[in-house]
């Protein structure tokens, strides 16, 4: 990897208005093979490098505490795991020489601010395209093996809140909306070709809310809580396996004392985890065999534990 730098400025500050950004890079990654168990007949070594050029650009403008715009545009580039190289469909050794880096273009416009002392906001549109985006195709026994689709498109939208209307207490909903298809996906298997072009990528919900609350009501006392709610998502490529939202949602909620800070810091915290003992699929195995592809969570559980620090006295 050779980086090529970038520069930036903070844009915290009233007296510098505008800041800029810019960035470049270069990847050179090389995947070497040695096949020393030749008793086989076949030599399965091999030699893949791949290399490209990114680069990032943005721009923001203060123009008041409560409204600080911003754009960011940059390009990306992927190449896969040892592990995706690997895992070859037909069982062979070697590398997957038909498996391909995936290339990325995306572009964000957003805004951040903080209209009063105790409240921020941020908010941002993306849009992303990935070309020759690296996807799994199937799982078999725990091993998936992967393809390249020929284009994706990923738009979304991201908010956030947060406000503090006491010291002792501040609350914060994040919402995400997610868009992501198939642009060009045409899936060989054997003699057949499935066109799975303008369907929903799998494992990814399109609506994601996050609530929380945080409450201090005494020094070093803290109570969290945090609740959650999902879409339906699908399973797999076709689309024909699908997961139900989650409904009222998932919470979460714990507890912690933070001790006085010497030498020896104390932290001791209790939590509880889905504590209203909700039944649902917390991930998918995309394209499992047989339709095993449903990855249930645990119903209620707790957990307790400490964290503790030490440091040299000044």
């Not at 062979?92 to 921020?120: C, I, K, Y």
């Not at 070309?131 to 738009?155: L, P």
């Not at 947060?162 to 914060?172: E, N, T």
Request: hydrophobic share 40%; charged share 20%.
């Amino acid at each position: 990897e050779i980086y090529m730098g970038d520069w930036s400025s903070d844009v915290c500050s009233s007296d510098l208005r505008l800041t800029l950004s810019a960035g470049g890079r270069h990847d050179w990654v090389t995947f070497d093979v040695d096949d020393h168990h030749l008793t086989d007949g076949v030599d399965n070594s091999g030699h893949r490098p791949l290399s490209s050029w990114s680069a990032s650009g943005g721009a923001s403008y203060f123009v008041a505490e409560a409204f600080v715009p911003y754009v960011n545009v940059g390009s990306e580039f992927e190449t896969p795991t040892t592990t995706e190289l690997a895992n070859q469909p037909n069982s062979s050794g070697g590398f997957n020489s038909e498996l391909d880096p995936q290339r990325t273009t995306s572009f964000e416009v957003g805004a951040r601010g903080r209209p009063t002392p105790w409240m921020e906001y941020s908010a941002a549109f993306f849009t992303s395209t990935v070309k020759d985006a690296i996807v799994q195709f199937r799982e078999v026994s725990g091993r998936a093996y992967f393809t390249n689709a020929g284009q994706t498109s990923n738009d979304g939208l991201e908010l956030g809140l947060s406000v503090r209307p006491i010291p002792q207490l501040r609350a914060f909903v994040a919402f995400t909306y997610s868009d992501f298809i198939f642009d060009d996906y045409k899936l060989v298997n054997g003699a057949v070709i499935d066109t799975l072009d303008g369907n929903r990528l799998p494992a990814v919900p399109k609506y994601f809310t996050r609530i929380g609350l945080r409450a201090e009501p005494y020094a070093g006392i803290a109570i969290d809580v945090d609740h959650t709610l999902s879409s339906s998502l699908t399973a797999d490529d076709a689309n024909g396996l699908w997961v139900d939202n989650w409904g009222a949602g998932v919470s979460n909620i714990r507890l912690s004392w933070a001790g006085p800070r010497g030498t020896i810091a104390f932290a001791p915290f209790l939590g509880v985890n889905n504590a209203w003992d909700r039944q649902y699929i917390s991930a998918v195995t995309v394209n499992g065999a047989g339709g095993r592809v449903f990855e249930p969570a645990p119903r209620r559980n707790v957990f307790v534990g400490a964290e503790v620090t030490w440091r040299s006295a000044p």
